[in-house]
């Protein structure tokens, strides 16, 4: 777990999410959908996935309201602009190698992701 999620986001989510930022851009400025449908995690010795949770869901379920979530989270739209936010996965079994698989536009691209 990172101490920028922590700082960012407070202890509660980091005990509780994996927290991944995500940016995108478009080479030659066409538009594109973003959809966190198209991402999830997986534990790499179990193979497990995970789907992000709705932002909206975790800051009704946190015991102190933490409003910039939301706006911190990647945003669901359909744009040519550079966009960046952060993911939320839930904790759901303890591993330290994790994947962020994403299968937008027929595609699928599984990056390895290393703790801070």
Known sequence: RSESVRRIFGEEIDRNYIVVEVGFYSKNRASFDVRHA???LRNRPSRKLVKPVDP???VS????????????????????????????????????????????????????????
């Open 61 to 116: 379920s946190l015991s102190s309201p933490l409003n910039s979530l939301v706006e911190k989270t990647l945003p669901q739209v359909s744009t040519s602009q550079a966009v960046a936010g952060y993911l939320f996965f839930p904790v759901t079994e303890a591993s330290a190698s994790f994947e962020l698989d994403y299968t937008g536009y027929g595609a699928w691209l599984t990056l390895p992701l290393r703790p801070e």
């Open 56 to 58: 909206e869901v975790i």
């Open 38 to 40: 198209d991402f999830a």
